[in-house]
């Protein structure tokens, strides 16, 4: 069994439209049949992870283990969080973000693990609600 984590906003959910992105789901979802551990790291402070963990389990059906990684406490949504340590941490292989050049996944890929741009676009959206 291997690691595999997903990013949250703009990866496997559109929170313009507060949907989950169809395409990365499945990817998602693909992991989960495989065997994989797969696990959430967002860059939401803990109370939007914990709203994360929440939409997920009611939405997709899924317990996932999601992991707060902020890079500034006073933002919601940091653009340069500090996911690296977390997926080193979790021993993931595979990270699947839509900020795929930000520095601390450019030090995560310099130790290694594969960091994916998912193919989700916003005619991706699968189930709104």
Do not use: W
Not at 55 to 70: C, G, N, R, T
């Amino acid at each position: 069994m291997v690691t595999v984590s997903f990013d949250f906003d703009h990866t496997i959910f559109d929170e313009e439209n507060y949907c989950f992105i169809n395409e990365t789901v499945s990817i998602l979802r693909d992991h989960i049949d495989a065997g994989d551990r797969v696990i959430i790291v967002t860059s939401r402070i803990q109370r939007m992870a914990d709203e994360a963990r929440d939409l997920i389990l009611k939405h997709l059906k899924l317990e996932l283990e999601v992991f707060s990684a902020p890079g500034n406490a006073d933002d919601l949504h940091d653009s340069d969080p500090i996911k690296s340590d977390i997926l080193i941490t979790q021993g993931a292989i595979k990270h699947y973000d839509d900020l795929v050049n930000c520095s601390s996944l450019l030090l995560a890929k310099n130790t290694g693990i594969e960091i994916v741009l998912p193919p989700a676009t916003k005619a991706s959206i699968a189930s709104c609600y």
